[in-house]
């Protein structure tokens, strides 16, 4: 099993660990993180058991599922998560995900984060398409993406089922010839 870290200036990314339940429940747990996704907040036995899946994915040959804890480069603590998963049918291309604790908000670090996933997903993984959905209403999102070098693609209408009800998704792309230009 190949373990992930991946550095940037201001946050790090590595495989999540049992360690992280407590800290990604903050993250998983809180109403403000998840107002966008397509779930209600989890519980700490909800967030044990994905951490748990995210180990157990780490394992797959090939592994497609990377579920990574946001590290705070100067404390060293975890402020989120980030998720790429390669697509079985297209292994050049991946979703990515993310989420940070509401108190990293304002500051850039969404930026961040998304540079520091294209960067894993490019470099270390040699993917050629990296993709993310996000929600109408998540304008953090969307210019964090976009600021990342991420290129708005499109709506894909009634996209995911919430708990609120059906929901649209806007979908943010980059390319890795037209990311290593930048």
């Known amino acids: ?14 495989d999540v660990t049992e360690a992280d339940v407590a800290a990604l429940h903050a993250v998983y747990g809180d109403p403000a993180a998840t107002q966008h996704t397509p779930f209600t907040p989890r519980d700490l036995h909800e967030v044990t058991a994905l951490v748990q899946q995210a180990m157990e994915a780490a394992r797959a040959e090939p592994r497609r599922l990377y579920v990574l804890a946001v590290i705070d480069a100067e404390h060293h603590g975890v ?6 998963r390669i697509e079985a049918d297209h292994p050049h291309s991946a979703e990515i995900g993310f989420g940070l604790h509401p108190g990293q908000w304002g500051r850039g670090i969404g ?3 998304v540079r520091l996933l294209l960067k894993f997903g490019f470099k270390q993984l040699g993917l050629h398409r990296i993709w993310g959905a996000r929600s109408p209403a998540n304008l953090p999102a969307q210019l964090a993406m976009l ?12 996209h995911v089922h919430t708990p609120h009800g059906w929901r649209d998704s806007i979908v943010h792309s980059a390319l890795e010839d037209e990311w290593t230009e930048r």
Do not use: Q, S
């Open 147 to 158: 600021t990342a070098g991420m290129v708005e693609e499109g709506r894909i209408r009634h």
């Open 111 to 113: 930026t961040d984060l």
């Open 1 to 14: 099993m190949r373990r992930v870290l991946c550095k940037g200036e201001r946050l790090g990314l590595r």
């Open 79 to 84: 402020i989120g998560v980030a998720r790429l």
